[in-house]
């Protein structure tokens, strides 16, 4: 594996939590999102994802593997998520 990089990613209020999530993986690996091969719905339930942040109320930390990366979802002061990227390639 390569060096860590870290990546930034904050949705947009009417994105789904795992579009952003998808779409924040392929932006840490200079990737665009049709093009990786990683499938999200093979590592995560994606609507127990978006359930869990629905209205962007965030109450809690979440981190996850995947795609070589290990990505969390944190809370801005509003509840809003940001998720951050960090890149294992």
Known sequence: MGNTREFYYEPDEV???STAVVTAIAKAHDEDVIDQK???????????LDGLFQEH???MTLQFE??????????????DPIIKIESHR
Do not use: C, F, H, R
């Open 15 to 17: 994105e789904q939590l």
């Open 66 to 79: 995947a795609d070589t990366t290990t990505a969390t979802i944190i809370a801005d002061p509003s509840g």
């Open 38 to 48: 990683w499938l999200i719905s093979n590592d995560i339930n994606t609507d127990a």
């Open 57 to 59: 109320n965030l109450k």
